[in-house]
């Protein structure tokens, strides 16, 4: 007997007996792996399916083989509630192990065990990004839109902010700054009687001054000033102190005039602490 598939087409519902009506309403018999059926009755609303050997079928309105299968097991009948004017076609495949189909574009892919060598060019698929050296302000044109990861010319993912964090290291100005502790502070010492000495080779705009230690040489030390730039933003003023311990005048401040300076009077010196440019 050649490997076929036969349909009984049936007036019920799922709630009637499994048994076949003796009256049905039409019968089609199909090749395994041939020609789609001739569309269901007008009055079909099941169909039960008997094949000689183990297959597949898909329904539809033009079932091609290539969408969803349901498994039919040889000598063994099944039923299925239909829409009148589907079709049905049968192809290769076993009850168990239905025939898998891959659409145009698709690929099955080769599998690797983990920890084990690699061959020097696999083949398979594989996890892909785009390459961006440079990373652009928007990659794609709103919120909500599919987007590709990207990588270095290294193959290295882009896992930084880099909206937060800066292009490079050193002084930044306050907008650009991280709220995190400085380190690797410089000093910068000041003698007696100068007047609006940079901190720094030249100073600049961004620069952090950390303290300023003020060391009395005279229990009558004189005025010092600290100034961003022409800005006076702290001034000890000169007075009579108990001891020549030295005074420690804390600042925390990014400058935003230009380069930090301190002015100092006389019987006192000064040390600047911080980053400087």
């Not at 509630?81 to 080769?110: E, H, L, N, R, Y």
């Not at 705009?205 to 933003?233: K, R």
């Amino acid at each position: 007997m050649a490997n076929e598939v036969q349909i009984f087409e049936m007036i019920g519902g799922r709630g009637e007996s499994e048994s076949p009506p003796v009256n049905f309403v039409a019968k089609q018999t199909l090749s395994i792996g041939g020609a789609i059926s001739a569309a269901f009755n007008r009055s079909t609303t099941e169909v039960e399916v008997i094949s000689t050997t183990g297959c597949v079928i898909e329904f539809g309105s033009a079932p091609d083989g290539l969408g969803s299968f349901y498994p039919i097991a040889a000598g063994h009948p099944r039923r299925f509630s239909v829409v009148a004017g589907q079709k049905v076609i049968a192809v290769s495949g076993t009850a168990t192990a239905p025939a898998v189909s891959i659409a145009a574009g698709g690929a099955s892919g080769t599998e690797y065990t983990e920890d084990a060598a690699s061959a020097a060019d696999p083949v398979g698929p594989m996890f892909m990004a785009r390459r961006r050296d440079t990373l652009v302000t928007n990659e794609v044109s709103a919120t909500g839109d599919n987007i590709a990861l990207n990588a270095t010319n290294k193959g290295q993912l882009h896992v930084s902010n880099a909206d937060q964090l800066p292009a490079s290291l050193g002084p930044k100005t306050p907008a650009l700054s991280l709220a995190v502790t400085q380190s690797g502070y410089q000093y910068e010492t000041v003698a007696a009687s100068q007047s609006n000495q940079a901190m720094g080779a030249t100073g600049a705009t961004g620069d952090y001054l950390s303290h300023v230690l003020i060391q009395p040489t005279t229990t009558v030390p004189g005025t010092v000033t600290i100034l961003d730039n022409a800005v006076t933003v702290f001034t000890f003023t000169t007075c009579t102190v108990a001891d020549l311990r030295p005074i420690v005048v804390p600042v925390g401040l990014f400058s935003v005039s230009g380069a930090w300076k301190i002015t100092t009077g006389t019987n006192v010196t000064a040390t600047g602490v911080g980053n400087f440019t």
